[in-house]
């Protein structure tokens, strides 16, 4: 409408600035053919001839918007849909922002063949049947998004792997993951969720293939890989049995770094104790204990047989030195000192540990001292308290 006021303005000032250039002298124009001859004013056939140029364009722009007419209408059309498709989906995300699943599933299936990334409507309607507890519909959403625009395979996988774990379906889930860690080895998230279902599935033998790319990937938290290795490595040792040889075998495959964790050194000592390698248990416990605390291993240390116990003994004795007067020190300290006979450091290193803090185990040593002194009231006291408190932590 501007565009043709503007038109009309020019022509009106051009129509004036004529009529005052020919005012005095308008000069005239003849046109003569077959017999007829046409005469009028310069200024009246400039006019005409304008006027029939600006008819033409007219004409010839209708003609070539009518030829044109079925594609613009369809392109409109095009448009239309999928503005509306793009209203649909945005409508069933904020549905699904809300936690109103049954509204989102309906608003983002609903146009999303005229969508751009129809892929991602169907992914979205999957969490959203998920959400309502329909693993059928989710699935399908699922296959509808899988080769759709916007949702690679990597995308239809993890959404589906994780809607799986959600659900409980672990096995269907192993196997997702494993698809995805075949198209994507090295990514972060999938290695972790990966390696977290071995861990729930007791897929052992395939966290420990694991392992080394976790620990690779600098994204994933070192404490939480930690804990997965130890589990992995664990159940190596578990596998090996009572045989030193095949725990020893086990032990050399075990990462460097993971040789220091002690989750992993306490299942091996453990799993040696059990096997009679009491000897390579001693020594694994006393390096690592050398460096730093841990009340697992300084307890696993005083059940171990070795054939020097007085050597034992000064060990315990220098770490006592070493971290202070540590309740779990005291007690092994005390074992020992009953295992070789020494009654009256015995007992003081279990009154002193119970007074830190009470342990069954301490109790029932000290019931067993008693027993040694032949004092049968003050053992009876002492068992009965022990077991009271073992089935007061047991409950």
Known sequence: MRRLILIFFVFVVLGVCLALVFREDSGYVMVAFAGWQLQTSLLFAGAVVLVGLWLLLTLWRLLV????????????????RARKARHAMYTGLRKFTEGRWARAEAEVQRLAERNEAPG??????AMAAQRQGNTVDRDRHIEQAAGKEGASEQ????TQAQLQIEQGQHTEA????ARLHELEPQHPYVLELYAQQCARSADYAKLRLLVPALYKNGDLNAKRVD??????????FVRAGEDVSALNEAWKKVPKRLRQNSQVLTVYARRLHVAGGDEQAAKLIRGYLKRQWDPALALL????ATRDT????????????????EPELLLVAGQLCLRSQLWGRARSYFETSLKSLSRPEALMELGRLFEQLQQPEQARMAYRQGLEMHLQAAS
């Open 301 to 304: 240390f005083g059940d171990l």
């Open 155 to 158: 995308a239809v996988l993890l």
């Open 174 to 177: 192993l196997a997702s993951l």
């Open 120 to 125: 991602i409507n169907y992914l979205f309607a």
């Open 227 to 236: 804990a997965l290795a130890a589990a992995a490595w664990s159940d190596a």
């Open 65 to 80: 918007a009518g030829a044109l007419l079925p594609r613009a209408t369809r392109r409109w059309r095009a448009q239309r």
């Open 310 to 325: 007085k050597s034992q003994l000064t060990t315990v004795e220098h770490w006592l030195k070493q971290y202070g007067e």
